[in-house]
């Protein structure tokens, strides 16, 4: 029981830091990586879907029986 205790409380030491951020210091660190990352996102969707619109730059050629 007290391994688990013990493990526990590693653990809650380092997933919870010993400090709390104000809500100007959320939006001033962690908010515009969170936009950065949504914003690459939504680039990436619209260059797959413009990729899918313009048709491919493929000729096809019938195969013929060897």
Known sequence: MQ??????SKLERLFMPDITLSDQQLIETIFPHILENEA???L???LI???????PNVTLVPMRDC
């Open 49 to 55: 879907k413009a990729g899918f619109r313009e048709p």
């Open 40 to 42: 690459k996102g939504v």
């Open 44 to 46: 990436q969707d619209l």
């Open 3 to 8: 391994n688990k205790q013990a493990i526990q």
